[in-house]
Nanobody
Framework: QVQLVESGGGLVQAGGSLRLSCAAS????????MGWFRQAPGKEREFVAA????????YYADSMKGRLTISRDNAKNTVYLQMSSLKPEDTAKYYC?????????????????WGQGTQVSVSS
C-alpha cells in the first residue's frame, strides 16, 4: 500500500505558474505509474497527466498539453507537476494517484491509491 500527500497548490494569477508535488510513502514507489487528475466544482474528475514507472514516458491531457510537465524522482518518492500559463478554467482540486497495473493508464478508475488533493485557484 502507498500513501500520497500532495502539496504546492495555491492562488495564482492567470498566466502564472505552479509546481505541485506528491510525496509517496513506502519503499516501492518505482513500482507504480503515477498520475495527476483534477476536479472542479460541479464537474467530473478529469485526467491531467501521467508518468511511467521509470519516468521515461509521459502523457498529457490534450486540453493542457504544452503547459504541463510531469516528472518523478524515484529516489525521493515524489512526483511533480509543473504547470505554466495557467488559466481561470484550470481552477480545480488536483489529485495525485498511483497504480500498480500494467502500462500508464489515463482513466481514474485504473488507479489504486489517491491523495487528498491540493487546491489550485487561478484568478483572472
Amino acid at each position: 500500500q502507498v500513501q500520497l500527500v500532495e502539496s504546492g497548490g495555491g492562488l495564482v494569477q492567470a498566466g502564472g505558474s505552479l509546481r505541485l508535488s506528491c510525496a509517496a510513502s513506502g519503499r516501492t514507489f518505482s513500482s507504480y505509474a503515477m498520475g495527476w487528475f483534477r476536479q472542479a466544482p460541479g464537474k467530473e474528475r478529469e485526467f491531467v497527466a501521467a508518468v511511467s514507472r521509470s519516468g521515461g514516458s509521459t502523457y498529457y491531457a490534450d486540453s493542457m498539453k504544452g503547459r504541463l510537465t510531469i516528472s518523478r524522482d524515484n529516489a525521493k518518492n515524489t512526483v511533480y507537476l509543473q504547470m505554466s500559463s495557467l488559466k481561470p478554467e484550470d481552477t480545480a482540486k488536483y489529485y495525485c494517484a498511483a497504480t500498480i497495473r500494467r502500462g500508464v493508464p489515463r482513466e481514474g478508475s485504473a488507479y489504486d491509491y489517491w491523495g487528498q488533493g491540493t487546491q489550485v485557484s487561478v484568478s483572472s
